[in-house]
């Protein structure tokens, strides 16, 4: 049985105090939570004092982004050893970081590697923009990204796979449940016969755009959908922890016990 996650991706955003008192009110709001896998991705500067504040919680530390090399000149880059001396899972090929800095399927795929070397447990994302959903590219985008990233990638167990249509994205305008599922059960079953069907029930698949507490269950509800990847609704604690309780509960979850 795949456990639930919900990862919060808080962006660029935050100040050292508000990110301590962010990560404190979300340790506090947790209740037992058994079954529910429940990550915060901070900032690179903010990782330290958020890995202070969660000490001794469920709660798992992640980061937004790597580099695929250690020790080199690499000048304001963030390497895989050191940070996994930090966190234990990672965001990779967010389509901010594909649109705003260029990455490429190619680039991705090193870092989804270099991660997986170093121990880290990536969030590869991938989805579709509203052109390629209207042109009927969806699924020929997301099979062109899976390719790229998990290229020489010996088994994608460890892998969670975030569909986050761009559209979607910071727009209030999620998908639908169905429209999600449809995409999850797609990467699923891509995995299945790029590896095999056993390994790929055992992925984490996180849908991720515009989600609330009020739509969460919609996603949860689904089959092939296991959390969700959440940007601006985790930097407010009621409602990332609002989400956390929706998709425990349509999950089967126990939640608060
Ligand atoms: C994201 O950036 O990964 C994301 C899903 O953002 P939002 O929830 O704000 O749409």
Request: proline share 6%; net charge negative; hydrophobic share 45%.
């Amino acid at each position: 049985m795949r456990p639930l996650l919900i990862a919060g991706n808080w962006k660029c955003h935050l100040r050292h105090a508000s990110a301590r008192r962010l990560a404190e009110e979300v340790r506090q709001g947790l209740p037992q939570i058994d079954g529910i896998l429940v990550a915060l991705c901070p900032a690179f500067v903010h990782i330290p004092p958020v890995k202070e504040v969660i000490k001794g919680s469920p709660i798992i530390l992640g980061a937004q982004d790597l580099h695929w090399q250690d020790d080199v000149a690499a000048t304001g880059e963030v390497g895989p050893s050191m940070l996994a001396e930090w966190v234990e899972v990672v965001i990779i090929g967010h389509s901010e970081r594909r649109r705003l800095f260029g990455e490429s399927d190619e680039v991705v795929n090193r870092k989804v590697k270099a991660a997986l070397q170093a121990g880290m447990r990536p969030i590869l994302c991938i989805g579709e923009t509203l052109e390629e959903r209207q042109r009927g590219d969806t699924f020929i985008v997301l099979a062109r990204q899976l390719e790229g990233a998990l290229a020489q990638v010996d088994s994608p167990e460890g892998i969670v796979i975030a569909y986050e249509p761009v559209w979607a994205i910071g727009t209030h305008m999620a998908a639908t449940g169905p429209q999600a599922q449809e995409v999850a059960l797609f990467i699923r079953s891509w995995i299945g016969k790029k590896w095999d069907p056993q390994c790929a029930d055992s992925v984490i698949i996180l849908y991720g755009g515009s989600v609330t507490p009020q739509n969460m269950a919609e996603f949860a509800t689904q089959p092939d959908i296991d959390g969700a990847l959440v940007g601006g609704a985790s930097l407010d604690s009621r409602s990332f922890l609002g989400i956390i309780a929706e998709a425990a509960r349509a999950k089967g979850k126990p939640w608060g016990s």
